[in-house]
């Protein structure tokens, strides 16, 4: 079950329990992008590595740049559509183990300067994003 939240029009927040160990899903998310993504997306999961993503919700790609990361437990990347980096958002993926194997909470936050619907779009994102990474550990 996923927990979607969108708490004040800049945070769009989906949690959900994953059936595998924290391991398993960090690897996921960063060496197979591709996989839940979109084709031709990546992570280099190391803080400043570039990020390239196929948008799953709107078929645009995005660039981005990880800006934090906790090997096993958290990345934090800026992302943006490639033609337009003043609609950047950071996306914060944090794992922590759970009784049913990791608990995922992925949580997009939409600059004050965008507008509600860009903010309501990054919920759909987070999830859809939740979704996909469900789907390859399953």
């Not at 927990?3 to 029009?9: A, I, R, S, T, V």
């Amino acid at each position: 079950m996923f927990l979607m939240e969108n708490d004040d029009l800049s945070n769009a927040r989906t949690s959900t329990d994953l059936a595998h160990d924290p391991d398993a899903v960090w690897r996921a998310i960063c060496e197979d992008a591709d996989g839940w993504l979109g084709r031709g997306s990546s992570i280099e999961a190391v803080s400043g590595g570039a990020v390239v993503a196929n948008d799953v919700v709107t078929g645009t790609q995005r660039r981005g740049t990880v800006t934090s990361v906790d090997d096993g437990r958290r990345l934090e990347l800026e992302w943006w559509p490639t033609d337009e980096p003043d609609l950047a958002t950071t996306v914060t993926i944090t794992l922590t183990p759970s009784a049913a194997g990791t608990h995922i909470v992925i949580t997009e936050t939409v600059p004050a300067s965008l507008s509600a619907s860009a903010s309501l779009a990054g919920v759909w994102r987070s999830a859809m994003i939740a979704t996909c990474c469900a789907a390859v550990h399953a």
